[in-house]
């Protein structure tokens, strides 16, 4: 149901809404991006934990690009969902892989709270969720910078 809408159909779905989008709120989400990434990379944090911090680094890329395209979540109840499966709606139609990977991660980070979850979480599996969160944040840099240079830093 999700894949061929248009941002326009999700807005008008109540899925997403418009936005003012200002320069500071894209450095903003930036940097607390940044700073995932930092704690997912950082030999101090257990496997779940960086895990856990480099899905949220790739989750705020999704929410970046949303909102270099002036829209931001609606009240939903399975928001993160949303955001991540909005990313082939701003990024384009070739990013249906990423928003699957990303989307099962998601699955897999709303489990950690589970007893037996976190041990499964292998070095492996988070490595590649930090290097898939660094590509696809530096990926939405560039393209903010390409297609919203308005919002993007200088």
């Known amino acids: 149901m999700l894949a061929g809408m248009s941002l326009q ?16 709120e894209i450095d903003h989400l930036m940097a607390v991006a ?5 704690d997912a990379a950082s ?5 779940a934990v960086r895990f856990e911090y480099a899905y949220n680094a790739a ?7 949303l909102y270099a395209e002036r829209r931001r979540p609606g009240q939903v109840s399975d928001v993160h969902h949303k955001i991540i499966r909005s990313l082939p709606l701003t990024l384009g139609p070739g ?6 990977y990303l989307d099962a991660c998601r699955e897999r980070r709303d489990r950690l709270e589970r007893e037996d979850e976190a041990s499964r ?9 930090l290097e898939f969160a660094r ?3 530096a990926q939405v840099r560039a393209w903010v910078r390409a297609r919203h240079p308005d919002l993007a830093a200088e």
């Open 121 to 129: 979480i292998a070095e492996d599996d988070a490595a590649a969720l």
């Open 95 to 100: 990013r249906g892989v990423a928003a699957d």
């Open 9 to 24: 159909a999700w807005t008008q779905a109540g899925w997403l809404r418009e936005h003012d989008t200002r320069p500071a």
């Open 135 to 137: 590509e696809l944040l």
């Open 59 to 65: 989750l705020k890329a999704c929410l970046i690009a």
């Open 34 to 38: 940044e700073g995932d990434l930092a």
């Open 43 to 47: 030999p101090g944090h257990g496997v």
